[in-house]
């Protein structure tokens, strides 16, 4: 364990809805991880299930249950945990994803003096079934970030909560919902958020109900906001510039398209090609 992360304390934010089967999975995960110095804030969007009952259940004084209205924005739960964080360090769950035993601690011993966040590579599982490596740095940056795409995932990352803290979290306006977790990476990078990138699989990550049109499409159209965001902060758009904005939708574009055709909507996919 390195000097900068010794003892420190983790602060594990898990927004749910409705997912008290999954919930229970990731509760126990983070309980059964080697570094024990941590404190898990589930936010919870006011689940008509057993959520808080399956809370309850573990008995675990480091497990803080919020009750919160997050109108549907993912990204203002988030926060809401962030605000009640005490942690150094903060960790994102989704509660449908698990992690493995030494992730905390792997990713602790990774968070040097010259890092702000870590990274690690997933498997998916559910309608696909695949690994998934993130990163790698050299695609973290902000112009690589807003002009190739995202290549981060929050259940696979801990970040410093002072720069999450600087860059002022996530962002709660609608338009961004489902790419809120893209655009704080934007603006991470653009603070200066120094980012590292480990190839160990810590986590799983649960795929599900993700060949339906309407998710696609509404993903589609939250990164499209995101990239129109940090484009129009340049007033003095230059012939290149407009090079680059049409092809970052281009691949936009494209990964919408092959997600159709994955999901074998072919009919759906053809005009997003052509787009």
């Known amino acids: 364990m390195n000097l900068d992360s010794d003892q420190a304390l983790v602060s594990i934010v898990i927004p749910t809805y409705n997912h008290a089967d999954f919930l229970k999975e990731a509760i126990t995960s983070?309980?059964?991880?080697?570094?024990?110095?941590?404190?898990?804030?589930?936010?919870?969007?006011?689940s008509d299930d057993d959520t808080i009952e399956i809370v309850k259940s573990f008995s675990e004084p480091r497990i803080h249950l919020f009750n919160f209205h997050n109108n549907g924005i993912i990204g203002a739960a988030r926060n809401h945990g962030i605000l009640h964080a005490r942690g150094k360090f903060l960790a994102f769950l989704d509660s449908d994803d698990s992690w493995l035993p030494d992730k905390l601690e792997r990713c602790l011993q990774a968070l040097d003096e010259n890092t702000d966040l870590v990274c690690h590579a997933l498997h998916c599982?559910?309608?696909i079934e695949k690994n998934v490596f993130c990163g790698p740095a050299s695609n973290a940056t902000?112009?690589?970030l807003l002009n190739k795409g995202n290549c981060l995932t929050p259940s696979a990352v801990v970040v410093r909560k002072q720069a999450i803290s600087l860059v002022e979290g996530f962002s709660e306006e609608k338009k961004f919902v489902t790419s809120e977790d893209y655009h704080l990476w934007i603006k991470l990078a653009q603070s200066g958020a120094r980012m590292k990138f480990i190839n160990d699989i810590l986590a799983n990550y649960r795929i599900h109900a993700g060949n339906q049109s309407g998710v696609v499409l509404k993903h589609l159209d939250s990164v499209l906001h995101v990239i129109q965001s940090f484009y129009r902060e340049n007033k003095h758009t230059s012939i290149l510039t407009s090079i680059k904005i049409r092809r970052r939708y281009a691949i936009a574009y494209y990964g919408a398209a092959r997600a159709?055709?994955?999901?074998?909507?072919?009919?759906?996919?053809?005009?997003?090609?052509?787009r």
């Open 30 to 46: 983070v309980i059964d991880q080697t570094y024990s110095n941590w404190e898990a804030i589930v936010v919870n969007n006011y």
């Open 125 to 127: 599982f559910g309608d």
């Open 142 to 144: 902000f112009d690589a």
């Open 260 to 274: 159709m055709q994955k999901s074998f909507q072919f009919a759906k996919a053809w005009p997003l090609l052509l």
